[in-house]
């Protein structure tokens, strides 16, 4: 049996060396990037809005956990990477490509990288919402887009998401509301008041949505709304 030995790199905290302690905390920061990775895909892209007005979707239906949960992520993390294209394509441009390279350093990197992240954050964040946030810390009126800090962007962005997202998940449950009302009362006035409405709306609800490629029209209209 042939044996490779594969030297894996000591992780010490306590070392003399500049050069180790150096890669060490690189080390550190990598991973702290990569675990916060989820929360920054969440937090700093469409995903928030689009996995609400999916999830909108589904509860409107009322098909319990039909698509499951699988499928609804698992879209919202492709429509996201559709919509965040453009941004994305900027932060490789102009920070990652760089970066391997050798042409700038992590600290410039970062910088560089967070510019598309803040614009396309900013163009979906309300204003009200972002002067909350550096009112509550204190900060002075921000000359341009790089004066704003992303600990108050980030906030103000997510909840002016969550707003939209449920703006639109009203819209999505006005139809869906209509047919359940109207079944209701035609079973009241039969008098089938033991029969369970959701029972019965639940065909006429799919059929409807498959009548007027509902998918279809949720997907374009969010797309629409970036």
Same mark, same amino acid.
């Given at each position: 049996m042939l044996l490779l030995a594969i030297e894996i790199p000591a992780l010490d905290i306590f070392s003399d060396d500049p050069a180790n302690l150096t890669s060490t905390v690189q080390l550190l920061l990598l991973l702290t990037v990569l675990s916060l990775a989820p929360a920054i895909l969440i937090l700093m892209t469409s995903f928030t809005r689009i996995v609400i007005v999916l999830?909108?979707?589904?509860? /409107? !239906?009322?098909?319990?956990?039909? #698509? #499951?949960?699988?499928?609804i992520i698992g879209l919202a993390l492709f429509l996201t990477f559709f919509v965040m294209a453009p941004t994305f394509s900027e932060v490789n441009e102009a920070a990652l490509q760089p970066l391997f390279d /050798?042409?700038?350093?992590? =600290? =410039?990197?970062?910088d560089e990288a967070t510019i598309p992240m803040k614009e396309f954050m900013a163009q979906h964040t309300r204003e009200r919402d972002l002067a909350l946030f550096m009112g509550y810390a204190g900060q002075e009126r921000p000359e341009s887009l790089e004066d704003i800090p992303l600990t108050s962007l980030v906030p103000a962005f997510v909840i002016s998401e969550l707003k939209t997202a449920f703006q639109i998940g009203f819209m999505i449950f006005v139809p869906f509301l209509v047919i359940d009302m109207v079944v209701a009362s035609v079973l009241m006035s039969m008098g089938m008041m033991m029969l369970p409405p959701v029972m019965i709306a639940l065909p006429f609800k799919v059929l409807l949505f498959v !009548?007027?490629?509902g998918w279809h029209l949720v997907v374009r209209s969010l797309l629409y709304t970036f």
């Amino acid at each position: 049996m042939l044996l490779l030995a594969i030297e894996i790199p000591a992780l010490d905290i306590f070392s003399d060396d500049p050069a180790n302690l150096t890669s060490t905390v690189q080390l550190l920061l990598l991973l702290t990037v990569l675990s916060l990775a989820p929360a920054i895909l969440i937090l700093m892209t469409s995903f928030t809005r689009i996995v609400i007005v999916l999830s909108f979707v589904r509860n /409107g !239906l009322a098909t319990q956990q039909m #698509p #499951p949960n699988q499928v609804i992520i698992g879209l919202a993390l492709f429509l996201t990477f559709f919509v965040m294209a453009p941004t994305f394509s900027e932060v490789n441009e102009a920070a990652l490509q760089p970066l391997f390279d /050798g042409d700038i350093s992590q =600290e =410039e990197a970062f910088d560089e990288a967070t510019i598309p992240m803040k614009e396309f954050m900013a163009q979906h964040t309300r204003e009200r919402d972002l002067a909350l946030f550096m009112g509550y810390a204190g900060q002075e009126r921000p000359e341009s887009l790089e004066d704003i800090p992303l600990t108050s962007l980030v906030p103000a962005f997510v909840i002016s998401e969550l707003k939209t997202a449920f703006q639109i998940g009203f819209m999505i449950f006005v139809p869906f509301l209509v047919i359940d009302m109207v079944v209701a009362s035609v079973l009241m006035s039969m008098g089938m008041m033991m029969l369970p409405p959701v029972m019965i709306a639940l065909p006429f609800k799919v059929l409807l949505f498959v !009548l007027v490629d509902g998918w279809h029209l949720v997907v374009r209209s969010l797309l629409y709304t970036f």
